[in-house]
């Protein structure tokens, strides 16, 4: 792989294959794929870093039907992993796509694992996320990237972008779920203490000759996988630093790009198409108005690169937006603090404390407006569907001195001393009191209907009930709760250790839902569904086939790699002058 970071180290005679427009989880696998096709790739990056918001996840992939699925749920089929969809999505999005999705999904994962360095592992426990529904399932479709030592990278490792620092702990070192709970356990078992030993022992040689851990995790170990196959493939180039300005189109559709960067432009044909993997329309100022409004862009904890540009492009060449999503974007509470050098950390609170018991979320009233224990999508739902009756935006997430100590609070980590939590309580992300009428009067909401909440939620404890939401009732609640906690519901605890603490919570866009319409291979579509020959849109710049709907863990990363897959199969029929599949 060649590596340039200047459109003008392009020969101006340059050809391509295919050329890919976004280096983020999906254009990388795009790219990839089109390389294990033999395809000749162009994959631009308009930053200096690759991996887009893949890079910042949990990089968990829900591919249903996979080799992997047998080893921990054997009974799955793909027959039930359908009625799932139609379950939760019902019309929003085309059958046609889902079960495209499906029939290819198990071979993609194949292909990487069999030609590349990207490999997985089912977890073995992690539950669709609408658990209630027919044809969902505890296990087996959502798989994790394997650590990567990010050593193999060699200089390319630079090119990562790094985690959000706010998920790593002792300056740099990246912690996956499993760590965490063998780091909190390490004074209790001996099987944990050696695996803590050992991550903060690497991470220590690490720090002596890199900025960073090189131990990689989750959404980075799942990029640098995908950076380090790349590598490997000497027709592929990835330019960074550049964007692209206009496409180039001729007798047979798109055929190329003009790229723009710091010292002019560069034409570059593309015998096989452009793929569109620029990350969605989320910092795109006009159409995040149209499609998101009253989101303010603060709230955004995704990744930098996903400014919409491309989407013009598109729309020029006649591309649609599909239609029907439940929502434009996918969502997840989020809480805000600023950094010592100015920036603004956006923590998305997606399992780690607002499920937990002792945990309660109320808005300006002091009442509860929703199941804390719901999807993250739901809930920044839900903060926006009240809103304007309630005044739910911001929220507040509030918990007492037993749950911050067990589960942490946001940025504020389980086991927090006075001392680890001051700068908190300095800047104001962390409210403290040691009565519920202070803290109500320090946050600037209804005393008398928190106090009342708290009441409610800690009888809904002694029951384990909770009759006005439902909290820990399916699966995919309990799985985030804490039955460890020893309560009649994982869920459920009681408020009544002071100091009581709350942070304040925000519904933050994670993600596009609404993208181009495109079929069963990636192909985008015109206004009367006719495909745009050489333009695919992969990831989330293609409408997400769960119509808006989040059904599992891992459903943008998911079908952005199996779409990627076919995207990249026609195209390079395409290239080839053959009929596509």
Known sequence: MQVLTSQNQIPSDASFDLVVIGAGGAGMAAALFAALEGQRVLLVERTEHVGGTTAWSAGTTWVPGTHHAAKVNPTDTLADAADYLTNAIGERTPSALRQAFLDHGAAAIRLLEDRSEVKFRPYPKHPDYISELGGSTLNGRALEPLPFDGRLLGDLFKLLRPPIPEFTVLGGMMVDRTDINHLLALTKSFASFKHALKIILRHGMDRLSHPRGTRLVMGNALVARLLHSLSAHADVTLLLNTSVDRFERDADGVSGVVLQGQGGSRT??????????????????????????????????????????????????????????????????????????????????????????????????????????????????????????????????????????????????????????????????????????????????????????????????????????????????????????????????????????????????????????????????????????????????????????????????????????????????????????
């Open 268 to 581: 570059v044909a593309a015998s096989g198409g452009v793929v569109l993997a620029s990350g969605g329309f989320n910092r795109h100022p006009e159409l995040r108005a149209a499609m998101l409004p009253g989101a303010d862009i603060a709230w955004c904890p995704a990744a930098p690169g996903h400014t919409g540009e491309a989407h013009a492009l598109a729309q020029g060449a006649g591309a649609v937006y599909g239609q029907g999503a439940l929502s434009n974007a996918f969502w997840a509470p989020v809480s805000l603090r600023k950094r010592a050098d100015g920036s603004t950390a956006v923590f998305p609170h997606f399992v780690m404390d607002r499920a937990k018991p002792g945990m309660l979320t109320v808005n300006q009233a002091g009442e509860r407006f929703v199941n804390e224990s719901t999807s993250y999508h739901l809930f920044g739902m839900a903060m926006q569907a009240v809103h304007n009756g309630s005044r739910s935006v911001p929220a507040y997430l509030v918990c007492d001195a037993t749950a911050l100590q067990k589960y942490g609070i946001g940025m504020v980590r389980p086991g927090a001393s006075a001392k680890d939590m001051a700068p908190f309580l300095a800047d104001g992300y962390l409210t403290q009191a040691q009565t519920l009428d202070e803290l109500a009067g320090k946050l600037g909401i209804h005393a008398a209907g928190l106090k009342a909440s708290v009441q409610k939620i800690n009888a809904c404890a002694q029951t384990g009930v909770d009759p006005d939401f439902q909290r820990g009732v399916t699966a995919y609640q309990q799985n985030i709760g804490d039955a460890a906690a020893g309560g009649k519901n994982p869920n459920l605890g009681p408020l009544d250790t002071a100091p009581f603490y709350a942070v304040k919570l925000y519904p933050g866009d994670i993600g596009a839902a609404t993208g181009f319409a495109t079929d069963t291979s990636a192909c985008v579509l015109d206004a009367s569904g006719q495909p745009i020959p050489g333009l695919y849109a992969v990831g989330n710049d293609m409408h997400s086939i769960m119509g808006g709907v989040y059904t599992a863990p891992g459903i943008t990363i998911g079908p952005g790699i199996v779409f990627a897959c076919l995207a990249a199969r026609h195209a390079a029929a395409h290239a080839q002058g053959k009929p596509g599949f």
